[in-house]
């Protein structure tokens, strides 16, 4: 078979069945469905980084607190959602992918009303921390669930939908604080926070009414039989379900050949027990694994995605926007950016691949973040607000949060397919820990670091990391688009690939000069 399958063969320097492309398959609406209701956990994220970016100034108005108060306000929630991320891997193991996504929106609804009610500081920082273990919990369970459910002709884009719901919910976080800015301060924010139980209380439903359990989770059980329906509803096709199952079966060590409904599965494998033996004491695949996945986490956090949205009001401002109304408008913009580019992602994902998606946004975050610096530094040291130097940094962070959904801001998601299935939950675990302690630091960080190094410097500094990203990802990041799920770890074990890659390249083309 020639074509995508020896395209891809060659840029893994391996050769192995790919599953066809997306476009020779009929899209399957239930895995589709299914991933779509995992992905809508990520809403209760991005609805609150969009909120807190409008409802902080009201906050500060109203309890009095410093920028310091602020800083740890907005973005203490990543840290706290460490707790979540971190016991979300062993939880999602031991009980299921289906249980812990209920769990994740019962945190947040808990959360969402402390934080609604909250009379003072310290009972508003007791719901962030509520709010912020489901919000741990979603973000490592969405990305599992719908890496696990999806064919391999378009996991991708299935896979990249949790971010597109994150955007969404920014997006509505953001057009909340619009909505209720013209309210009292006392009031309007506690709208802005409380009406977040709404989305919560909606995913709860779906996922009891709806959503099957993950294939993979329940062949991890030794219920083959359940895994089986769930496949069959899941595939592009009868034939390619049985493959998928007999895939899983042999990586949990069950044979292929088995057919029995209910087998037993040792205690290390059905409660994922064990794994942080392997993570410690990894094979070359699993230590390269581990460092291509840690990586996405952190440069696509280090890069300062979160002080462009969480900010974005004060950064309009420094631009030379005074009106309030303009800078929510503004950073409603933004919203509708990061929403609308990361649909152009779900597409390119499975299309385009991996790999070329996430140097094209390094690579466009890298220029959009430069240019931005400029025009602040421009703007603090001449005291100029020209409508042309307004007009360059809004469209630098429009820009810059395009290129950042169209390519490393699901990656992260999407990341969830590196690892193989017995290390899956607990290894993105481990990803969203480095994810959510990284944008924690960016968060609380912003305002002061701008008022060490200037407004400008910091996103020169943001620009530097994002340029060791680049070189990062081209040096160790293989293509994994277009293989089954079972087989991407045999993509991993040498960190130098690229450099392997072209020789194999090379000895391809001599072959094939020489059978033409």
């Known amino acids: 078979m020639g074509g995508q399958n020896d395209d891809v063969s060659a840029t893994s320097g391996i050769n192995f ?16 469905v299914c991933a779509t209701i995992a992905s809508m956990s990520s809403v209760l994220l991005g609805y609150d980084i969009g909120v807190m970016s409008g409802a902080a100034i009201y906050i500060q108005e109203d ?17 706290y959602a460490t707790i979540g991320a971190t016991a979300a891997g062993r939880t999602s193991d031991l009980f299921g992918r289906r249980y812990t996504m209920g769990l994740s929106g019962g945190f947040f609804f808990v959360g969402a009303i402390l934080m609604g009610f909250a009379p003072n500081y310290g009972l508003l920082m007791a719901g962030r921390f509520v709010a912020g273990i489901g919000i741990g919990y979603s973000s490592l369970i969405a990305s599992v669930y719908t890496t696990e459910v999806s064919p391999a002709s ?18 509505l976080g953001y057009i909340s604080n619009y909505a209720f800015s013209k ?31 993950s ?35 042999t990586s949990v060590g069950i044979p292929a ?23 410690l004491h990894p094979t070359p695949a699993v230590r390269h694994i581990l460092i291509a996945a840690v990586g996405v986490h952190f440069f696509q956090e280090a890069s300062g995605t979160n002080a462009v949205v969480l900010y974005s009001p004060r950064i309009f401002e420094k631009a030379g926007i005074s009106s309030s109304d303009q800078k929510l408008l503004a950073t409603v913009a933004v919203g509708v950016v990061k929403t609308a580019f990361i649909l152009v992602a779900t597409i390119l994902f499975d ?11 390094l690579g466009g975050m890298i220029v959009s973040l430069i240019t931005l610096g400029v025009g602040l530094t421009i703007i603090e040291r001449s005291k100029e607000e020209g409508t042309w ?12 949060v395009a290129f950042f959904s169209m390519g490393i801001g699901p990656m992260s998601y999407v990341s969830s397919e590196l690892f193989p299935l017995k290390l899956r939950a607990q290894g993105m675990s481990m990803g969203m820990v480095v994810n959510n302690v990284t944008s924690g630091i960016v968060s609380m960080t912003f305002l002061s670091l701008y008022r060490a190094i200037t407004i400008g410097g910091a996103f020169f500094l943001y620009a530097a990391i994002a340029m060791v990203g680049w070189v990062f990802f081209y040096v160790t990041f293989p293509e994994t688009r277009g293989h089954n799920l079972e087989h991407v770890e045999r993509l991993f074990g040498n960190l130098l690939w690229k450099f392997s890659v072209k020789k194999n390249d090379t000895l391809d083309d001599d072959e094939n000069s020489e059978n033409a």
């Not at 907005?74 to 840290?79: E, N």
Request: charged content about 20%.
């Open 389 to 400: 130097l307004v007009g360059l940094c809004v469209s630098m962070v429009l820009m810059d």
């Open 154 to 171: 378009f996991r991708g884009c299935l896979s990249s939908f949790p971010e597109v719901f994150l955007n969404f919910g920014i997006l």
């Open 63 to 79: 309890f009095k607190i410093s920028d310091v108060k602020v800083e740890i306000l907005v973005g203490i929630i990543s840290l």
């Open 183 to 213: 309210l009292p301060i006392q009031l309007g924010w506690r709208f802005m926070l409380g009406i977040g139980l709404v989305p919560s209380v909606f995913l709860a439903a779906l996922v009891i009414l709806v959503m099957p359990e």
């Open 351 to 361: 299309r385009v691949g991996r790999r070329p998606l996430i140097l094209m946004s």
């Open 257 to 279: 050949s088995c057919e029995d409904d209910v087998v037993e599965i040792p205690k290390q494998i059905s409660h994922g027990s064990g794994v942080w033996k392997e993570f």
């Open 215 to 249: 294939p993979r989770w329940l062949v991890m059980q030794g219920r083959l039989g359940e895994a089986k329906q769930v496949l069959i509803r899941t595939s592009d096709s009868i034939e390619e379900s049985l493959q998928r199952l007999d895939d899983i079966k």
């Open 17 to 32: 069945p790919l599953i066809e492309s997306v476009d020779k398959h009929k899209t399957n609406k239930f895995s589709f």
